[in-house]
């Protein structure tokens, strides 16, 4: 229990989904393969990309940000450490063969490191009065408000990526403007597009 507790993080604000309800379809296979140090073998859907791959990894924590849990991990396939956000796992087993810790590893400084190193995409947004408390408590970024407009605000934000940006901003519908940059506005035009199309007829 104590292994596992250091390594469970929760960052942040939980938002629209808590830690208890998130992923919980694989989260006790994943924690034991933590705290057993075993091998997880799993189908994986790729977030930026339609395909799924499968994938042996050595389970080195499970962390809780942005509403959803990650198994932080080794993954063979790559030979570095990745996020794989759990409710994206189609297929996962436990094996029975284990792996030894890697050197200085550290969870927590992995995080923060990781932090310092994903979060670098510069994106400018605006937010009614209204979704500006929902956006600050499901945002796992800090928002830095700028110059108020509209009956609303500006906000600088750094994310990891533009496609998870603008299906959250897109989730606020008129309460939210992605400002900059433009590759960030296409991509809200695009899903709104494509969610008109979907309610088209009938």
């Known amino acids: 229990m104590a292994r596992l507790v250091s390594r469970t993080l929760i960052v942040g604000q939980p938002g629209r989904a808590s830690p208890e309800t998130a992923g919980q379809r694989w989260l006790l296979t994943v924690q034991q393969g933590v705290v057993l140090r075993r091998l997880l073998r799993m189908v994986y859907h790729g977030r930026d990309r339609e395909e799924e791959t499968k994938r042996d990894v050595e389970p080195h924590g499970v962390v809780f940000y942005g509403g959803a849990w990650y198994l932080v991990a080794w993954c063979r ?81 750094y994310t990891y990526s533009l496609d998870w940006m603008a299906q959250w901003l897109l989730s606020f519908g008129a309460g939210a403007e992605a400002l900059a940059p433009a590759k960030l506005r296409q991509k809200v035009r695009a899903l709104a597009q494509q969610v008109a199309e979907r309610h088209q007829g009938g």
Do not use: N
């Not at 030894?100 to 990781?114: K, V």
């Open 77 to 157: 396939l790559r030979q570095d450490f990745r996020h794989f956000r759990i409710d994206r796992i189609r297929q996962l087993e436990l094996l029975p063969a284990t792996f030894p810790p890697r050197e200085g590893f550290s969870l927590e400084r992995h995080m923060r490191e990781t932090d310092t190193r994903e979060q670098s995409l510069k994106v400018r947004v605006w937010f009614c009065r209204r979704s500006q408390e929902r956006a600050r408590r499901e945002s796992y970024a800090t928002l830095i408000a700028g110059k108020e407009r509209d009956r609303g605000t500006e906000f600088t934000l």
